[in-house]
């Protein structure tokens, strides 16, 4: 319960058919070769057309094919930060973008999240944190780890924010379509005709296929400031850098785009709420913990309170803990710029889920004072 990969018991597999499509592809020789820095022609519209509505049409030009959503968003904040300042970041996130941060020498600027109010962003507290060095904020929805999706209303206000301070967005959307069933997904590009926005996604997660290292870039951008401002331009020299993302894998795009019926992403989203109502069920008797029910992805956020389990200085030593006392492997908060608390995944089968909500409630039990 501990890393985001979905693949590890075997019970999310990834849509039926595309081991033969593979097979097919290979055996067909013609992903042998280098493709365009930019990506493969047919998987760049296959991108385009998911993401276009009658109201919003992307073209497969405003497409870059990545190796996977983490280089997407590398090369969106290296194309947008060609200038040192800052980054403004969701905590608790993702912990890629303060890797990035640094890596690209950008001073990464936290962003607070409201746990009572369904994660949404404080936005009184954004206000604050916005400087003239401000570059671009980071907009993760649906969001790891807080596992929920953004209402319309939360996102337009988010929109009005970075026109407000002529700010671009980084949305990353890897869990794009991945809200528990009764909950919306709505992708930010399609709700501004104004605001400048690099949409990152993938197929990683959604497609439970994370090894595959297959990503997007797409700058969506209906008044051409990131062409006029030479952030397109940008962007296509950092995709020259690794000569493209891995041609097999890009063509096999199309197929998973195309092909896979509604119903594969039905039941995984059937079962992955199912799978976080069995484990925030059954920590509800846990003394001194809380589990924050989600509605998208596959994470649910636990908030401790420390001061009830006196023996543990941290949340890192209270995940230690139930990792040698009981051998469930969470993260703790930290990892996430969220001290007191830890993140679960949900991935594992119900009832193994169900086996470690009891062993947490024990070993709550256990240290409770
Ligand atoms: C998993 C994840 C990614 C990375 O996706 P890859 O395609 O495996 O690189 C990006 N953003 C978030 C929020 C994630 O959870």
């Not at 409201?114 to 400087?131: G, I, Y």
């Not at 497609?207 to 296509?236: I, K």
Request: a neutral charge; aromatic letters at 8%.
């Amino acid at each position: 319960m501990s890393i985001g990969d979905p693949t590890i018991f075997g019970n999310l597999p990834p849509p039926s058919g595309v081991q033969e499509e593979i097979a097919r592809l290979l055996s067909e020789g013609k992903s042998n070769g280098y493709a365009h820095s930019m990506g493969v022609g047919a998987a760049r519209e296959a991108v385009a057309a998911s993401l276009s509505s009658p109201e919003f049409v992307v073209r497969a030009d405003d497409v870059a094919i990545t190796s996977g959503c983490s280089h997407a968003i590398m090369m969106a904040m290296d194309a947008v930060c060609r200038e040192q300042g800052s980054v403004l970041v969701p905590s608790p996130g993702f912990s890629l973008y303060r890797t990035l941060c640094a890596y690209l020498n950008l001073k990464c600027t936290l962003y607070p999240l409201d746990a009572s109010r369904n994660w949404e962003v404080n936005m009184d507290a954004l206000e604050q944190v916005v400087t003239p060095d401000t570059r671009c904020i980071i907009v993760n929805n649906p969001s790891n780890p807080c596992g929920v999706s953004y209402s319309k209303e939360h996102l337009l206000q988010l929109l009005t924010f970075a026109e407000k301070h002529k700010l671009p967005i980084i949305s990353d959307e890897v869990y794009a379509h991945m809200s528990f069933p009764g909950h919306e997904f709505h992708s930010m590009a399609s709700l501004s005709t104004t605001v400048p926005i690099l949409v990152c996604g993938g197929i990683a997660k959604r497609y439970m296929v994370p090894g595959w290292r297959v990503g997007w870039v797409v700058h969506c951008d209906r008044r051409n400031v990131f062409r006029n401002s030479g952030t397109l331009e940008a962007l296509q020299r950092v995709s020259q850098t690794i000569l493209g993302a891995c041609t097999l894998m890009q063509a096999v795009v199309p197929y998973l785009l195309q092909r896979t019926p509604q119903s594969y992403h039905d039941r995984n989203m059937r079962v992955l709420m199912e799978n976080a109502v069995a484990f925030v069920d059954g920590v509800k008797t846990a003394p001194g913990i809380t589990a924050v029910m989600p509605s998208a992805a596959m994470y649910a956020m636990v908030k401790i309170e420390m001061e009830k389990f006196p023996k543990f200085p941290s949340e890192v030593e209270f995940a230690q803990g139930l990792l040698e006392e009981q051998q469930v492997f969470v993260l703790p908060g930290s990892c996430f710029t969220m001290p007191n608390s830890f993140r679960v995944v949900l991935c594992a089968p119900a009832d193994v889920l169900a086996d470690a909500a009891a062993r947490i409630v024990k070993f709550c039990l256990q240290h409770y004072k």
